[in-house]
Structures are given as structure tokens and as C-alpha cells.
């Protein structure tokens, strides 16, 4: 390999991900709005144009790429796109997170197509607090497409909660034991400024209060050593088991940061809070070889900030909503 993705602070990136629709069947309160307007079909990136822009990738480093939306279960013929891109050989992992609705129906095709890894997201057991968050019905969905994944063997299978104060803090033990009666993983995802509505950064739940939670609860968590470019905090339970805690506001970890996102609409970001974006969509239409989409590639992470700065008075929130950039 010639050349990798390598940014001004030595960040070498190897994981992308890829938004396959900015649509979704649920309108949580921490992603997007009520109404919303949808992209046309056609702006959307082919399945075609997606392989195109993976294998250009893999030839600077890439080897691992997650599909995300929106929410990707509603693209149709996704487990076909999962078949082109099981067929990279440069591709060691491929995963997927989904809100779980249309799991139950489609987790046999998308296995069978290649998939293994699945993240979803459940961030509540009471079906009112579904509601409210997620603005529609679906937990019985959620659960049977849990049930569906497990039934044709993903491994591993993670289950996405949001920490929001105020509403996570007695979710936290019921979703634990779920987590660990399914042989399930369960990570908490501290609250972001990417939603539609104002931030309100007194609503985070923090790592360091749901640990203390979880500790009350079932008994010293023991830190877990892992690979230092996951976004995961990962602890044992004594009795066997595990929970992570992605705390991108009280521990950022932007400095062992490997991650590149593709919208649906075909633009490349080197962090999901970034406020430019390299239009590749544009370039592939317009004939562009190879050669030219690679340096785009090299040209978008080497233009990388050293961090988002959330916790600064120099952040400024994305115009996108995370269900435009991809989750």
C-alpha cells in the first residue's frame, strides 16, 4: 500500500462509515426532527458508486466500514450492497446499526449476505419513554428484531442507548439486565450537540454516573483494555459480561480518532461534527478516475481537525442532523 490516510496529528484511518439513506421510521428527539424533508432518490449514492468509493478506499488502509442511515433497514435490496462489499477482499469487518424495526424481517438476508456484526439501538424498555424519544410506536419491533438477530447468529450483537438526565437514569438498570440475560452488549452513548433541537449540555448523563449506577448495582466493574481506536470505555461485570460507554463529552477521544463518514448524498467527512465536507458524489458523476477520488480520499483526512471542541466556546454545531451525516 502507498499511501494511507494519515492526518496532520498522525491519526491513521481505517474505519468508514456509510450512510445508505438519510430516511427513518422513528424521529428521536436527539437525532432529528418531527418534519423532515427526505432526499430525493436519485441524490442518493448507488450501491454501485458505494463499492466504487469502498475499494478505492481499502487501497489506502481501509478495512473495516459500518453502514448506519437514517436508518439503513429501509434501503432497499441492502443485503445486495452488503454482498458487494463481503466480496472486497480488503474488507475484514463489516457491521451495521439499525433502530431494529424491520430487523425481524430482514436480519436472515442480511446475514446471509455476509453481515456479522450488529449494533442496535434501544435506549428504554418502557414502551411510554419509546414514545416520547423516539416520537412513534415500535418497542415490540425493536425487541423481535433483537430476538431475530440472535436467533440467526450475529455475534457480536450491541445494544445503542443514549444517556439523556432526566430520562436515563432509571433506564440504565432495566436495560442492563436485559443486556445481560440476551448475551447481548451494552454500550450508553453520552447526549451530542447533533440533534435538530438546542443542546442542552446540563441533559448529559455522564460515563463516570452511569458506572456508579451500574457499580451499585451488580457489583464492581472491572476496566477493560481494547483496541485504542474504539469510541467504548469497556468494562467487565465480576460474574462475567460486559458493558461499554462511549463518553464523547466528559472523555473525548478525538486523539486515537480512525473514522471517516459518507453521507447517503455522497460527501466525505472526516468527523461526524465537521463543517465542511468533500463532495465525492460530484466527482464520480462527473467521469472522475480513480486517481482523483483517491486524493480526494487523502485531501479530506489530511484537512482533519485535532477535535471537535464540544467542551470548548469555539465548538460550533454542525448544520447537519445526525440522521443526514450518518449515526
Keep these: 500500500m502507498s499511501e494511507q490516510l ?36 436519485e441524490e442518493l449514492l448507488t450501491f454501485e ?17 459500518r453502514l448506519t442511515g437514517g436508518e439503513p433497514l429501509l434501503r432497499r435490496h441492502l443485503p445486495r450492497l452488503v454482498q458487494l ?52 410506536d415500535g418497542l415490540d419491533r425493536v425487541l423481535a428484531g433483537i430476538e431475530a438477530a440472535r436467533r440467526v ?30 448475551n447481548l452488549e451494552l454500550r450508553f452513548i453520552e447526549y451530542m450537540p447533533i440533534g435538530a433541537d438546542r443542546w442542552e449540555r446540563q441533559k448529559v448523563y455522564f460515563a463516570a454516573e452511569i458506572v456508579a449506577q451500574l457499580e451499585k448495582a451488580f457489583g464492581p466493574l472491572e476496566p477493560l483494555t481494547s483496541d485504542p481506536s474504539s469510541p467504548a470505555l469497556e468494562y467487565a461485570y465480576a460474574d462475567g459480561g460486559r458493558v461499554g460507554i462511549i463518553a464523547s ?8 480518532c480512525n473514522r471517516l463518514r459518507l453521507t447517503a448524498d ?16 460530484t466527482l464520480l458523476r462527473g467521469g472522475a478516475d480513480d486517481g482523483t477520488l483517491r486524493r480526494a480520499f487523502v485531501d479530506c483526512v489530511a484537512g482533519k481537525w485535532e477535535g471537535h471542541e464540544i467542551n470548548t466556546a469555539r465548538f460550533i454545531k454542525p448544520p447537519r442532523t445526525m440522521h443526514t451525516i450518518g449515526g
Excluded: W
Design 85 to 136: 462489499l463481503a466480496a472486497i477482499p480488503q474488507i475484514r469487518d463489516i457491521g451495521l446499526t439499525t433502530n431494529g424495526l424491520l430487523l425481524e424481517q430482514l436480519a436472515e438476508p442480511l446475514y446471509q449476505a455476509g453481515l456479522r456484526r450488529i449494533n442496535i439501538s434501544l435506549d428504554t424498555l418502557d414502551p411510554g419513554v419509546f414514545r416520547y424519544l423516539a416520537r412513534r
Design 249 to 256: 463529552i466528559s472523555r473525548p477521544f478525538c486523539h486515537h
Design 6 to 41: 494519515v492526518d496532520r496529528f498522525g491519526r491513521v484511518h481505517t474505519n468508514l462509515r456509510i450512510s445508505v439513506t438519510d430516511r427513518c421510521n422513528l424521529r428521536c428527539i436527539y437525532c432529528m426532527p418531527e418534519e423532515v424533508v427526505f432526499l430525493d432518490r
Design 49 to 65: 458508486e458505494i463499492a466504487r468509493l469502498v475499494r478505492i478506499g481499502t487501497g489506502l488502509g481501509i478495512d473495516k466500514v
Design 153 to 182: 447468529g450475529f455475534a457480536p450483537i450491541k445494544i445503542n442507548a443514549v444517556s439523556i438526565r432526566g430520562i436515563t437514569e432509571k433506564e440504565v438498570i432495566p436495560l442492563a439486565h436485559f443486556a445481560r440475560e440476551k
Design 266 to 281: 455522497g460527501k466525505l467527512r472526516h468527523c461526524l461534527f465537521a463543517l465542511e465536507e468533500t463532495d465525492l458524489k
